[in-house]
């Protein structure tokens, strides 16, 4: 009974800014590692950033620098934000939670576009 509903998105220019968040419905928010996924037509779907329940964060090498991922367990939430886009962002953009047990827990939320254009 997870539930992951992103918000934020839409169209930017080159070199804007955007921050995306994803609201968590549910119990055990903090036991979860987050995560933030994009994927275009034809491409597999790609991990952009992660954070751990403990606030270890990972990132793609391709948006490394210009990306923070931080998450505000009381809140039960987790966000993106980006700087510095390139037409390259432009994707549909999924909230992730992970959660390792004995197999393994993933939720999805539905995805947000993110079109990186002038």
């Known amino acids: 009974q997870v539930q992951l509903v992103e918000s934020g998105g839409g169209l930017v220019q080159p070199g804007g800014s955007t921050r995306l968040s994803c609201a968590f419905f549910?119990?055990?928010?903090?036991?979860?590692?987050m995560g933030w996924y994009r994927q275009v037509p034809g491409k597999q779907r790609e991990l952009v950033a992660q954070?751990?329940?403990?606030?270890?964060?990972n990132y793609a090498d391709s948006v490394k620098g210009r990306s923070t991922i931080s998450r505000v367990n009381a809140k039960n939430t987790v966000n993106l934000q980006m700087n510095s886009l390139k037409p390259e962002d432009t994707a549909v953009y999924y909230c992730?939670?992970?959660?390792?047990?004995?197999?393994?827990?993933?939720?999805w939320g539905q995805g947000t576009q993110v079109t990186v254009s002038s």
């Open positions: 992730n939670a992970n959660w390792v047990v004995g197999g393994t827990l993933t939720y």
């Open positions: 549910g119990s055990a928010f903090s036991r979860y590692t």
């Open positions: 954070i751990t329940s403990d606030g270890r964060t």
